[in-house]
């Protein structure tokens, strides 16, 4: 079983920063490309921020020179750091997996549970 386990959500004010992870688990070989989507209430879900295993990235733009997804190869983990936030970044935030080898197995298009974001006064 394969599990992506987010944390790092919580209330910010505005201008504040907040650092999400995402932890992948069980039996894994490799992961391809790793992202953070996020989810506003009455919104369809967008993406934020994605990086390739080989560390190339690619943002959303409305986020670009305020977020960096970085990531840890050996650890199976994914980092969103925040800065410079605003309301309009209130959200649940997804953590996905395109593509993932376990065991002989590769798998596709994983999500996690989601993590809510808040920036308010």
């Known amino acids: 079983q394969v599990q992506l386990v987010e944390s790092g959500g919580g209330l910010v004010q505005p201008g504040g920063s907040l650092r999400l992870s995402c932890a992948a688990s069980?039996?894994?070989?490799?992961?391809?490309?790793m992202g953070w989507y996020r989810q506003a209430p009455g919104k369809q879900r967008e993406l934020v921020a994605a990086?390739?295993?080989?560390?190339?990235?690619n943002y959303g733009d409305s986020v670009k020179g305020r977020f960096f997804i970085s990531r840890d190869n050996a650890k199976n983990t994914v980092y969103l750091q925040m800065n410079s936030l605003k309301p309009e970044d209130t959200a649940v935030y997804y953590c996905?997996?395109?593509?993932?080898?376990?065991?002989?197995?590769?798998?596709?298009?994983?999500w996690g549970q989601g993590t809510q974001v808040t920036v308010s006064s």
């Open positions: 990086i390739t295993s080989s560390g190339s990235t």
């Open positions: 996905n997996v395109d593509r993932l080898r376990r065991g002989v197995v590769w798998l596709r298009n994983l």
């Open positions: 069980g039996n894994i070989v490799s992961i391809d490309t």
